[in-house]
């Protein structure tokens, strides 16, 4: 076997088990495989081993990948930044975008968004620690970008996204975690559609699973270190 489907099985052990000990019911928790700066080959890979689900940062990396494996009916997640140029392309070829985090990005996917694929899936993304990034909306805003979101035609709200700061010890990634989860909890009281709590990375996915989280998104303990 590759390293790549070696490690989808580790990873997905590791989720079954975690789901199992923090009391979170089976299969609850998705693997979102990000392969930013991997190749069309090692994404084909883990399709091949039952991945359906991909996150890509970079528009125009992500186009090209798209194009490459349309043979296989996999989910494109949009997880990076998004400049105002690039909503477009980003409506017309994602299922789901977790990166939007202002009003003016909201509007324009949901113009923008094909109409013959059904609602584009949207998660707002929460900036929890003000200054590590600049990235994501503030607490304080994300009820209001939700509202929008909930009701603009083209998109449907999923949820919240985070990344928050790095930390190394387990308890301190909890205590984020935590904070996104409350307020989620919040959140989708007031919008039904609200299922999806897009938090935890290769280095912090335990506390995650142990705090809620739905889908973690997961891209150098699949795909190894990425390339400079
Ligand atoms: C790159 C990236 C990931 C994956 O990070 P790893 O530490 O390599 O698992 C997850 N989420 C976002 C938004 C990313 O940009």
Redesign the pocket.
């Known amino acids: 076997m590759t390293s790549i489907a070696k490690d989808i099985d580790r990873i997905t052990a590791d989720i079954r088990q975690f789901e199992a000990e923090y009391e979170r019911p089976q299969n609850s928790v998705t693997l979102l495989a990000?392969s930013?700066k991997h190749s069309a080959q090692s994404i084909e890979i883990a399709a091949q081993h039952g991945i359906h689900n991909f996150?890509e940062?970079y528009l125009q990396e992500a186009l090209g990948k798209i194009q490459a494996l349309e043979k296989y009916p996999l989910i494109w997640h949009f997880?990076?930044p998004i400049q105002s140029n690039k909503t477009k392309a980003i409506a017309e070829n994602f299922d789901w975008v977790?990166?939007v985090d202002r009003e003016k990005i909201a509007r324009r996917l949901s113009e923008q968004r094909t109409k013959d694929r059904g609602a584009l899936n949207v998660c707002v993304q929460v900036n929890l620690s003000d200054e590590q990034s600049k990235s994501g909306a503030t607490l304080k805003n994300t009820a209001d970008i939700c509202a929008l979101v909930a009701q603009l035609p083209g998109l449907t709200l999923r949820g919240l996204?985070a990344?928050p700061a790095p930390q190394s010890y387990y308890q301190d990634q909890r205590a984020s975690f935590n904070e996104l989860n409350l307020e989620f909890k919040a959140l989708a009281e007031r919008y039904p559609t609200m299922d999806t709590l897009s938090m935890g990375?290769?280095?912090d996915f335990e506390a995650a699973i142990a705090e809620g989280s739905t889908m973690i998104?997961?891209?150098?303990?699949?795909f190894g270190s990425?390339p400079v």
Request: proline share 0%.
């Open positions: 990000v930013k996150g940062n997880i990076g977790h990166s996204m990344i990375m290769s280095n998104r997961i891209g150098t303990a699949l990425r």
